[in-house]
Antibody, heavy 119, light 112 residues
Framework: EVQLVESGGGLVQPGGSLRLSCAASGFTFSSHWMHWVRQAPGKGLVWVSRSNSDGSRTNYADSVKGRFTISRDNAKNTLYLQMNSLRVEDTAVYYC????????????WGQGTLVTVSS | QSVLTQPPSVSGAPGQRVTISCIGSSSNIGAGYDVHWYQQLPGTAPKLLIYDNNNRPSGVPDRFSGSKSGTSASLAITGLQAEDEADYYCQSYDTSLSGRGVFGTGTKVTVL
């Protein structure tokens, strides 16, 4: 059974940092592109970042470029999102999700982890 | 901002048919990218509902169907049921954003 389990969310002050993790199981993690998608309270889904299967290629939404870094450890079947210089508008539930290729469907999602940026 | 536009809400009585539109442009849906649809029940993570425009993953009832034409796509729900009350999002990719993922604005389906 495919499972994606996010962790690392919490309350952080503006300008602070947080690292999210996504533990994957039930599939060959190193064969899939992995993505982060976020959803602000009461709002819609927004794509944040993606990593190719070996971590050599990454992309970011303009709103987080230069502040967030996606990475992965295929030996540990884990995806990460390092978030620096956090802003109030980064407050959201962050979901980890996978695709088979660079631009295919998000077929499995984690349960999400809530990040709250507030003073 | 979302580059795929959906109606904020649609509603229907049990058993009726409702459709949700997803309006894109020549840089996303019109560029040949497939459209995927997700259902998000209250308080839960999104779930893949339709992939590659008109395909249903295993376990998704055939009451759900998708289509794509030109720069737009649509999701149809026939025989609407109470359990279909949820938020629905279309999704594709966009060449003007270096092929990054884009979601629709989302549609709340209410069963009357």
């Amino acid at each position: 059974e495919v499972q994606l389990v996010e962790s690392g969310g919490g309350l952080v002050q503006p300008g602070g940092s947080l690292r999210l993790s996504c533990a994957a199981s039930g599939f060959t993690f190193s064969s899939h592109w992995m993505h982060w998608v976020r959803q602000a309270p009461g709002k819609g889904l927004v794509w944040v970042s993606r990593s190719n299967s070996d971590g050599s290629r990454t992309n970011y939404a303009d709103s987080v470029k230069g502040r967030f870094t996606i990475s992965r450890d295929n030996a540990k079947n884990t995806l990460y999102l390092q978030m620096n210089s956090l802003r109030v508008e980064d407050t959201a539930v962050y979901y980890c999700t996978r695709t088979y290729s660079k631009s295919s469907e998000f077929d499995y999602w984690g349960q999400g982890t809530l990040v709250t940026v507030s003073s | 901002q979302s580059v795929l536009t959906q109606p904020p809400s649609v509603s229907g009585a049990p058993g009726q048919r409702v459709t949700i539109s997803c309006i894109g442009s020549s840089s996303n849906i019109g560029a040949g990218y497939d459209v995927h649809w997700y259902q998000q029940l209250p308080g839960t993570a999104p779930k893949l509902l339709i992939y590659d425009n008109n395909n249903r993953p295993s376990g998704v009832p055939d009451r759900f169907s998708g289509s794509k034409s030109g720069t737009s796509a649509s999701l149809a729900i026939t025989g609407l049921q109470a359990e279909d009350e949820a938020d629905y999002y279309c999704q594709s990719y966009d060449t003007s954003l270096s092929g990054r993922g884009v979601f629709g604005t989302g549609t709340k389906v209410t069963v009357l």
